[in-house]
């Protein structure tokens, strides 16, 4: 049976029938407090665009490598080709030019192209038409789901200032056999960093080049799960 008075009328009527006990030699009955109201959850913040630094020509950035060498990665020349953004980078490794994938970034607003340089402007509208996994937009893409081994990690930063960083990854597709050398290329971009690491098959010798705060930082921040809890 339900109550028929809210738990504020219920207390506010407890006086009473303490005085009327009190009277009796009975003692008052406990008061009963009301149950709090369920706290509203925390809004989910909408995924963090990480490229517009890189996509208006940003740089250079500095990353080192394992070995104390420098890489400046510039981004240059950016333009609007059909409906989407272009930028070229530049790769310079201890002053001389290092040519590697990705040299090239193409956005239509909603996802990413990394392409080769050696593109030119006709077949990069045409790969701004065609379709991408790579969201612009922070969300993950899990590792070796895909044939063709395309993937992005997102790692949000502790709060402040909370940054966003997205790796964007190519590697094994599902249920490849062990890989006997280096199994992976990432290029890793942050919200207010740039470009921040590079690393596997696109760098320099497979080695690790990082920018100054950012070498341990899938050691600090905390990795941004998919709906399913997949990494």
């Known amino acids: 049976m339900k109550p028929n008075r809210s738990p504020t009328a219920f207390r506010r009527a407890l006086p009473a029938v303490a005085l009327l006990a009190a009277g009796c030699g009975a003692a008052p009955p406990p008061v009963i407090a009301a149950s709090a109201a369920p706290s509203t959850p925390a809004p989910v913040p909408?995924?963090?665009?990480v490229w517009p630094a890189v996509l208006a020509g940003g740089g250079p950035w500095t990353l080192i490598g394992g070995d104390g060498r420098t890489l400046l990665v510039e981004a240059y020349a950016p333009r609007r080709l059909g409906t989407?953004?272009?930028?070229?980078?530049?790769?310079t490794l201890a002053g001389t030019p290092y040519t590697v994938p990705p040299t090239q970034v193409a956005s239509d607003g909603a996802v990413i192209h990394l392409l080769d340089e050696t593109l030119e402007d006709a077949d990069v509208v045409d790969a701004l038409e065609a379709t991408s996994p790579w969201p612009r937009r922070a969300v993950p893409l899990p590792q070796q789901t895909r044939?063709?081994?395309?993937?992005?990690?997102?790692?949000?930063?502790p709060a402040p200032p909370g940054e966003t960083v997205v790796c964007y990854g190519e590697g094994p597709p599902p249920d490849a056999p062990d890989c006997e050398d280096i199994c992976f290329s990432e290029l890793c971009i942050a919200e207010r960093g740039g470009v921040v690491q590079l690393s596997g098959r696109w760098a320099p010798e497979g080695d690790v080049y990082s920018a100054a705060g950012y070498a341990d930082f899938m050691q600090r921040y905390s990795m941004v799960r998919t709906p399913a809890g997949q990494p």
């Open 46 to 49: 909408p995924p963090v665009d």
């Open 147 to 157: 044939a063709d081994g395309l993937y992005a990690t997102v790692w949000r930063g």
């Open 84 to 91: 989407g953004e272009v930028v070229r980078l530049r790769f």
